[in-house]
């Protein structure tokens, strides 16, 4: 570096004008740019001037500094450099679901659209063409949030490692709808448990009374079982036929079930002391696309019950605890949420819930001459 002074152009006549060529750098491309410059006309200066006064452009535009020329000696970095980068480094710390999505996403989404680009080039607007172009595709919004956050993950990730501070974009990210999740009430529940067969009536009412994800009850051994406090240990998940680590550090709990519960659960197991609580004919571990597809599915239908999946018995059972008043700080420490905000999404009432609370704490009057009375027009305090 020390003997490298830099680059000076070049200078040449094209008819009676005098023109400059020099390597700059363009945002948002990979590739050197060899920029042509006009320096003036041959009547009014000579060569030697010409060269001067590229030399001039040269320096005021900064492409001959130390650190400009650090840089033109490295390899351009581009997305499709740092998204390999965070594939090889970061992604095998994360969990084996994100192992297996995020590359298939990253190379239908994000490479072809940012791929070649500077990643110092990419801008608010940019991202908001990106997203735009997601819509264009048919992508839900839902998708296309989960799309963003993993561009974001990138990103900040290739920051933090050049101790940079994380970027700041303000995208335009279409509305989520605020359809309501569907969950199991009570009564669901009952009618389910009621017409399962075999293991699945045992996994479907532990599911309604404990909260527990599928991956969690596909998950459970017997040693996780204690009857005697009746506590459930919740230690590990199931993906894709693998046992993994619960979804979040917060999974790892223990989960209180109550006394009719854990006699079901000992009943179902008799003699069993070890092993996977729930598994298929062949020893493994339960899927929950199976699960939904081949048992639950068909018994809402048989039922005439408007179809949900495993997480519709999550959601029912926080429904319940709210419901019944349980504070809402030992209901997060059940379901293993990181925050009360999420577990107040995943909180339903019945109608027939919202109608005995509001008559419950409707005005005590004792007769209905009082109500008449107290609402009569002339008790009625006239706006000034």
């Not at 050197?32 to 009547?43: D, F, T």
């Not at 659209?113 to 500077?118: I, K, V, W």
């Not at 979040?248 to 109550?258: C, E, F, L, P, S």
């Not at 571990?285 to 239908?301: F, Q």
């Amino acid at each position: 570096m020390s003997k490298r002074s830099g680059q000076s152009g070049s200078v040449r006549l094209v008819g009676s004008k005098w023109y400059g060529r020099y390597w700059r750098d363009v945002p948002g491309k990979a590739k050197r740019e060899h920029s042509s410059v006009v320096l003036g006309e041959k009547s009014e200066m000579r060569k030697q001037e010409a060269r001067r006064k590229l030399m001039d452009i040269i320096i005021k535009e900064g492409v001959n500094t130390p650190k400009h020329l650090e840089l033109s000696m490295k390899p351009v970095m581009t997305f499709n450099t740092l998204a390999d980068a965070w594939e090889l480094k970061r992604l095998p710390q994360l969990k084996p679901s994100t192992q297996y999505a995020a590359p298939l996403l990253i190379k239908k989404y994000l490479h072809p659209f940012f791929g070649h680009m500077a990643p110092g080039a990419i801008k608010t607007g940019v991202i908001n063409d990106w997203i735009a172009d997601l819509k264009s595709k048919g992508l839900k919004s839902k998708t296309v949030h989960n799309l963003w956050k993993l561009f974001r993950a990138l990103m900040n990730w290739n920051a933090q490692q050049n101790d940079e501070p994380k970027r700041v974009w303000y995208p335009t990210l279409p509305a989520i709808p605020e359809d309501e999740q569907r969950w199991f009430t009570q009564d669901e529940v009952c009618r389910i448990v009621e017409a399962a067969p075999g293991q699945y009536k045992v996994l479907f009412h532990l599911a309604a009374y404990s909260g527990l994800r599928s991956g969690e009850l596909a998950g459970l051994h017997v040693e996780d079982l204690d009857f005697v406090r009746g506590v459930i240990r919740v230690r590990r998940s199931v993906w894709n036929g693998m046992e993994v680590s619960t979804k979040t550090k917060r999974g790892y709990r223990d989960v209180w079930i109550d006394s009719l519960t854990v006699q079901i659960l000992s009943e179902y197991l008799g003699s069993r002391t070890s092993g996977r609580v729930f598994q298929s004919k062949v020893g493994t571990p339960l899927e929950n696309r199976d699960i939904c597809r081949r048992v639950l599915r068909p018994i809402c239908k048989q039922l005439a019950i408007r179809p949900g999946g495993m997480h519709a018995f999550r959601h029912g059972r926080v429904s319940q605890l709210q419901a019944n008043g349980v504070p809402p700080d030992f209901i997060k420490s059940q379901v293993g949420h990181s925050s009360l905000q999420t577990t107040s999404g995943y909180t339903h009432f019945t109608e027939a819930f919202k109608r005995e609370t509001v008559e419950r704490l409707a005005p005590k009057l004792t007769s209905c001459t009082q109500v008449a009375e107290l609402y009569s027009i002339e008790n009625v305090v006239k706006p000034m």
